[in-house]
């Protein structure tokens, strides 16, 4: 029986599998992330990572969330995959990775990790969706991945799983849906932030893109500047750089801590 070998990692709570498929071994990329990630049968994980080899760039990086189905980016993702590229050889501290939502350039520097992110689209400012016949004033960024924002006063009295869950597959958002964060403004360098991540479908304790999403919308909401700290649900702390260019966003970066946490080795079945 084939033997899969693995590699287990974090960063600000959000956790991967990765594999190593530049020869191509692996097959059935989907199912093999349903069952590596199922954490009461396996290794449990929020998502998938496969490294694949890149024309372009010095890996490629293709993530599968814990449903099989595969996402565009992670922004925490890339941070692990950086870390572990850089610790296996595979990439320099220095490099550069292919995604199917355009090339990322990551440094990594001892357990502290900075994504520079592909630039953000689709920006919807201030519009009103009906959930239960309830009007939820929102915000909407594509970070790599979509993500509606919604701020509130009290993060520990949101419902995120459900919430989420309808704002997650609201036709508005049809056909691919999107993430929910719910964010709450510290002061004008600090937010919280909570997210129901889509593919996941449940709350995560972090998820890159949402932090950075989150933190785009609110520093024009609330006239914030770039560095904007972001605290997960795990309590742990991202950093979000950028520059704002006539309404629009540039040369974006995610940073924070990751870990490789063990690795290992699972049947192939």
Request: net charge positive; hydrophobic share 40%.
């Given at each position: 029986?084939?033997?899969?070998k693995?590699?287990?990692?974090v960063?600000t ?14 097959k059935k ?18 998502g998938?990572?496969?490294?694949e080899?890149s ?23 890339s ?10 050889g595979i ?5 550069t990775?292919?995604t ?9 520097n001892g357990d ?5 992110l ?23 960024v ?10 509130v006063?009290?993060l ?7 919430l989420?869950?309808h ?5 508005e ?9 719910f964010v ?11 997210t ?10 972090a998820c ?13 909401a609330?006239?914030m ?9 795990s309590?742990?702390k991202?950093?979000?750089y ?5 309404g ?19 049947n192939?079945?």
């Amino acid at each position: 029986m084939a033997m899969i070998k693995f590699t287990k990692a974090v960063a600000t709570g959000n956790d991967f599998v990765i594999v190593d498929n530049r020869g191509g071994g692996l097959k059935k990329l989907s199912g093999l992330a349903r069952m590596m990630c199922d954490r009461n049968r396996a290794v449990g994980a929020d998502g998938l990572l496969v490294v694949e080899r890149s024309k372009e760039c010095d890996f490629r990086m293709r993530i599968f969330n814990s449903d099989g189905s595969e996402a565009e980016m992670c922004g925490n993702g890339s941070r692990c995959a950086a870390l572990y590229a850089s610790s296996k050889g595979i990439a320099k501290n220095k490099m550069t990775i292919d995604t199917m939502a355009g090339a990322l350039k990551a440094e990594v520097n001892g357990d502290v990790v900075k994504v520079m992110l592909t630039e953000p689209k689709d920006i919807r400012w201030n519009f009103c969706l009906m959930i239960h016949k309830c009007p939820y004033k929102l915000s909407f960024v594509n970070t790599g991945v979509p993500h509606v924002i919604h701020f509130v006063d009290d993060l520990d009295k949101i419902n995120v799983m459900e919430l989420g869950s309808h704002m997650r597959n609201h036709g508005e958002f049809a056909p691919a849906g999107t993430n929910a964060d719910f964010v709450k403004i510290i002061d004008k360098r600090n937010i919280k932030v909570r997210t129901y991540e889509r593919g996941v479908e449940d709350e995560t304790l972090a998820c890159g893109t949402g932090s950075v999403a989150s933190a785009l919308i609110a520093s024009e909401a609330e006239k914030m500047n770039s560095p904007v700290t972001v605290e997960t649900r795990s309590g742990e702390k991202l950093k979000v750089y950028f520059d704002k260019v006539g309404g629009n966003f540039k040369n974006v970066y995610l940073e924070g801590k990751a870990k490789l946490v063990f690795e290992g080795e699972m049947n192939n079945v």
